[in-house]
């Protein structure tokens, strides 16, 4: 039962929902132009921008 309990809540706080609250918690904010690296090359895939607080997809809250 333990396990199955702890398998669970894993998979409840790994939801993307679960994880956007806990990261907005810490004050971080979704970027809306991303990047990305590859790792075969090291290769930065994008243009790096900083997230700006306030423009992001939760409407602004912090």
Not at 22 to 46: D, H, I, K
């Amino acid at each position: 039962m333990r396990q199955s309990q702890l398998q669970y809540e894993e998979d409840r706080m790994a939801e993307p929902s679960s994880l956007a609250e806990a990261a907005a918690a810490l004050g971080m904010v979704p970027n809306a132009s991303p990047v990305f690296l590859r790792p075969s090359t090291g290769e930065v895939v994008g243009v790096p921008t900083p997230a700006e607080p306030n423009s992001n997809v939760l409407g602004g809250r912090p």
